[in-house]
């Protein structure tokens, strides 16, 4: 199976951005062991990472055809995007929901997620393992296991 790994805004900057809550593993540190981990249980990774939420639209739609899920960090996007929202619903691929830090456990506006509401499910606050489980979920998913 084929999995998009798609991170938004200022994930570019993992690994130096807020390391006491986000950690110090970079990006592209996350984007190779998801490739790395993705080999091992049958799937193909691809990673994408854009600050701007028209372009994350853009990539949902062209996941379509071509992806069989998506593994996906929205950053704040997470909270305000009924587009993307939209996107995700749209293209009907299997999201898995995807924070390194525990939203839930944040402030009050972090609490929310647009993203889950179309997501087949959330990981949320294991760090840069997150991505592992999330891959893992999906692909018991895209086999026809529960979840
Ligand atoms: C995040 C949590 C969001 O609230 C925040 O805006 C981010 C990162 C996370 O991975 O923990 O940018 O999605």
């Known amino acids: 199976a084929n999995i998009l790994v798609l991170n938004g805004p ?3 900057l993992l690994g130096t951005r807020q390391p006491e809550v986000y950690g110090s ?3 592209a540190m996350v984007e190779d062991a998801c490739k790395r981990h993705g080999a091992e ?3 193909t990774i691809s990673c994408a990472q854009s600050n701007h939420e028209g372009a994350l639209i853009d990539l ?3 996941a379509r055809g071509t992806q069989d899920g998506i593994v996906f960090n929205a950053g704040a996007y997470t909270h305000t995007s009924i587009a993307l929202m939209d996107a995700i619903a749209s293209v009907e691929l299997p999201v898995v929901e995807v924070h390194l830090s525990n939203i839930h456990a944040r402030e009050p506006f972090r609490h929310s997620s647009y993203i ?3 997501a087949i499910g959330q990981i949320s606050g294991f760090g840069a393992d997150s991505y592992r489980l999330a891959l893992d979920a999906l692909a018991t998913h895209i086999r026809g296991g529960r979840p």
């Open 41 to 43: 249980i049958g799937l």
């Open 10 to 12: 200022n994930l570019n």
């Open 116 to 118: 889950a509401k179309v």
């Open 25 to 27: 593993t970079t990006l």
């Open 60 to 62: 949902i739609h062209d």
